[in-house]
């Protein structure tokens, strides 16, 4: 019911700033948060930072201070600005969006496909 593509990913040297973007289609009714989350090589799959439909954002301890979430609820697009990029940020990044119920109460994740971002040194 929701597709997610994300994009803007590319190279970046350390110190350097990247903006990414994920644009959904689809119905986004019952659409109750938009998020970001990342795979570095060889790693889990870690949040990066969340946002509610009233606007609260929430970010991972590793990116509190660099980064920052914005989703446009009339364009149905989220954004991630990532300052201050490290070595370490360096992970495929995807887009989600979580869509929940009443009735039946359950919930469901929408995911895109990742946008890699590379960050050197």
């Known amino acids: 019911q929701v597709q997610l593509v994300e994009s803007g990913g590319g190279l970046v040297q350390a110190g350097g700033s990247l903006n990414i973007s994920c644009t959904a289609s689809?119905?986004?009714?019952?659409?109750?948060?938009m998020g970001w989350y990342r795979q570095p090589p060889e790693k889990e799959r870690e949040m990066v930072a969340t946002i509610t439909n009233g606007g609260t954002a929430t970010y991972g301890d590793s990116v509190k201070g660099r980064f920052t979430v914005f989703r446009d609820h009339a364009k149905n697009t989220l954004y991630l600005e990532m300052n201050n990029l490290k070595p370490e940020d360096t992970a495929v990044y995807y887009c989600?969006?979580?869509?929940?119920?009443?009735?039946?109460?359950?919930?469901?994740?929408?995911w895109g496909r990742g946008a890699r971002v590379t960050v050197s040194s």
């Open positions: 689809g119905s986004m009714f019952n659409i109750v948060a």
């Open positions: 989600n969006a979580r869509k929940y119920y009443n009735s039946p109460n359950h919930g469901y994740d929408y």
